[in-house]
């Protein structure tokens, strides 16, 4: 069954720094990934996905991730956080092993920005 | 226009009682999902619709837990005889088409965080 891990429970920057939110997944064809954001009271909102073509996708808010088969990973990154950016943070694959279709989630990075 | 809603946004409820969450499912959207969200953790897959039959319920942890959506929009989720490990937010999810590819886009709700006492 595929899987997806988030290393980092809680990164800290400072507001304008540079982030990268590690992802890493297990499943054995080209997966489906994502990244969603999480607000507090708010529902999950995709920041990005990426199905096949350039691994390079580009996202909303300014984000972007990189999918990367020879290293598992599908890292999320953005050049200069901004405190708006302060949430938890998800990544996710889908199970295409079922007709749901369903998304398996990691178990999130919480982010927080310094002012 | 509307987004995924669902009602109540919060519901506190004692052991052993029997509580109704609803989703309201963005309009025209086929496909309908169920995930819960326990502390610290990513959402997980419970249920899902096509339509107006659950497609695959695979991830519903019990028979105390039970999902309809009768008319192919609004779904109700059921749990009887609540445990305090129910406790969890319960996020449903709904997507345009029928998500035969995996590339559709879940958009997710808001959640009800249910708490048992």
């Known amino acids: 069954a595929q899987s997806v891990t988030q290393p980092d429970i809680h990164i800290t920057v400072s507001e304008g720094a540079s982030l990268e939110l590690r992802c890493n997944y297990s499943?054995?064809?080209?997966?489906?990934l994502f990244w969603y954001v999480q607000s507090p009271g708010q529902g999950l909102q995709l920041l990005l996905k990426?199905?096949?073509?350039?691994?390079l996708v580009q996202g909303i808010k300014g984000f972007e991730a990189e999918f990367k088969r020879s290293q598992s990973s599908f890292n999320l990154r953005k050049p200069s956080v901004h405190w708006s950016d302060a949430a938890e943070y998800f990544c996710?694959?889908?199970?295409?092993?079922?007709?749901?279709?369903?998304?398996?989630f990691g178990s999130g990075t919480q982010l927080t920005v310094l002012p | 226009g509307a987004g995924v809603s669902q009602t109540p946004s919060n519901k506190v409820t004692e052991k052993g009682k029997y509580v109704e969450l609803r989703c309201d499912p963005i309009?025209?959207?086929?496909?309908l999902y169920w995930y819960r969200q326990s502390l610290g953790q990513g959402p997980e897959f419970l249920i899902y619709?096509?339509?107006?039959?659950?497609?695959?319920d695979s991830g519903l942890p019990n028979d105390r837990f039970f999902a309809v959506r009768p008319e192919g929009s609004v779904s109700t989720l059921k749990i009887q005889r609540t445990e305090r490990g129910d406790s969890a937010v319960y996020l449903c999810?709904?997507?345009?088409?029928?998500?035969?590819?995996?590339?559709?886009?879940?958009?997710f709700g808001p959640g009800t965080r249910l708490t048992v006492l």
């Open positions: 499943y054995g064809a080209t997966p489906y």
């Open positions: 619709f096509q339509g107006t039959g659950a497609a695959d």
């Open positions: 996710a694959v889908v199970d295409l092993s079922g007709s749901a279709r369903q998304l398996t």
């Open positions: 999810a709904s997507s345009l088409t029928p998500s035969g590819s995996g590339t559709d886009t879940q958009y």
């Open positions: 309009s025209g959207h086929t496909a």
């Open positions: 990426y199905f096949s073509g350039d691994t």
